[in-house]
């Protein structure tokens, strides 16, 4: 019997340049990018910015190259000025419908920010024409929550991997007949997370698969999206 046909996620591609021309050209269906707050502006990178210096620090990614300025800080983390930094309207430019995005909300944003932060990205997304080919998800709810209210066309992603977050979930799950799309950590779904997921009619996102025998696990288990690092292991699954 064939295999439930995955939405195939390549994480981590929006967030530069050089990552975007490679994800382009491969056979995936939709591009992760991790996006912030600052100044206005919704800026584009995975690395926590050690404000108020013009520096990034983060972990190496598995599938992903440090960038050339990059030197170690402390034991597996590494830092690199932030120059030139990719924003939110340049990445819609250049991706230009071409694929769809899944938009990571990245920080906590204290007072109404959280509210400016879901406007930013909806009006972004509308002046691009890229509201109904993206998703937005992410652990900071506040900014989740305002961009429901602000966009009800832009599908929102409750993302999952701890206890607290999957009660906050199914709260929010039983008020709201058209919340269904979550995504979830691999390390934090179990059999039964899966069975209450099916039985909501829930559209789940699993994420970070860089496995080929896992990503065909979850596949089988009715994973509606595989998230992964690794270009080919998406390629290699079948094409929705």
């Not at 509201?131 to 989740?144: E, N, R």
Request: with cysteine; charged share 30%.
């Amino acid at each position: 019997m064939a295999l439930p046909q995955p939405v195939r996620i390549a994480h981590a591609y929006g967030n530069s340049r050089t990552a975007l021309r490679r994800v382009l050209d491969a056979d995936v269906d939709m591009i992760e990018a991790d996006i912030w707050y600052r100044g206005g502006e919704v800026h584009v990178h995975h690395a926590r910015r050690l404000s108020p210096l013009p520096l990034l620090a983060d972990e190496k990614m598995p599938g992903h190259p440090l960038p050339r300025l990059a030197f170690p800080i402390w034991p597996g983390y590494r830092v690199w000025p932030h120059i030139n930094p990719l924003k939110l309207d340049e990445l819609l430019q250049i991706v230009g419908g071409r694929k769809r995005l899944l938009l990571d909300v990245k920080g906590r944003y204290k007072g109404g920010r959280s509210a400016d932060f879901a406007e930013a990205i909806a009006r972004r997304l509308r002046e691009h024409q890229a509201s109904s080919s993206t998703a937005v998800c992410g652990q900071t709810y506040p900014i989740l929550n305002a961009l429901r209210r602000t966009d009800d066309e832009i599908e929102v992603r409750y993302s999952l991997e701890r206890p607290h977050q999957w009660e906050s979930f199914l709260r929010k799950m039983n008020k709201h007949e058209r919340l269904r799309h979550v995504c979830i950590s691999q390390r934090f779904i179990d059999d039964e997370k899966a069975r209450v997921l099916e039985q909501n009619g829930v559209n789940v996102y699993v994420w970070t698969i860089d496995d080929p025998e896992a990503a065909r696990h979850y596949v089988e288990r009715g994973a509606d999206g595989i998230i992964s690092n690794d270009l080919g292991l998406l390629e290699n699954l079948q094409r929705r």
